[in-house]
């Protein structure tokens, strides 16, 4: 009933408004939230619309989950984690991108119908079309990246290497 209700909830935002390109489901502990136009705010409430170039920083206690507002993709922001959200409106779907400094993200990726997440992080750039994986980025000390399902290409940007993430590794 929440998803249904959440869903609901990001398309009536997504027709309402034509910049927000995601919703915060949920949000606990110390969740350091950054507009794009500089704004920050130390609480981040459910129900508040993500913009391109927004920040997303939390604390040792904090937590964060957002919603895109096309498809439903989710990202779960784990603790001591910084991430930039990043999405681009092409017709009725986002190009969508998020930038991961540091930290743990949990990703349930939907299909794409236009083009593929990209994720990025210092070391780094993951290119999904519909999956579930987790990252734990060290910054530039390296990333860690583990498939639930579905496939992920994963390419080094130093070195140019891909290799594919497929489910259970």
Not at 60 to 66: C, I, L, P
Not at 126 to 150: H, I, M, N, P, R
Request: hydrophobic share 35%; proline share 1%.
């Amino acid at each position: 009933m929440k998803i249904k209700l959440v869903i609901l909830l990001s398309i009536i935002s997504f027709i309402l408004s034509q910049d927000g390109i995601a919703l915060i489901t949920k949000s606990k502990g110390k969740v350091e939230y950054k507009k794009n136009d500089g704004t920050i705010k130390n609480r981040l409430k459910p129900g508040t619309s993500l913009f391109n170039n927004d920040r997303i920083a939390t604390g040792a206690n904090g937590f964060a989950k957002y919603v895109y507002l096309d498809d439903g993709t989710q990202i779960k922001v784990h603790n001591n984690t910084e991430v930039h959200v990043r999405g681009e409106l092409n017709r009725r779907s986002i190009i969508k991108q998020l930038k991961v400094d540091e930290g743990t993200v949990k990703l349930e990726v939907r299909q794409q119908s236009v083009d593929e997440f990209t994720v990025i992080t210092p070391t780094s750039v993951a290119s999904v079309k519909g999956t579930s994986f987790w990252l734990d980025c060290s910054g530039k000390s390296g990333d860690k990246f583990y498939g639930e399902s579905g496939m992920v290409s994963i390419r080094n940007r130093e070195s140019g290497v891909r290799k594919d993430l497929g489910k259970n590794t």
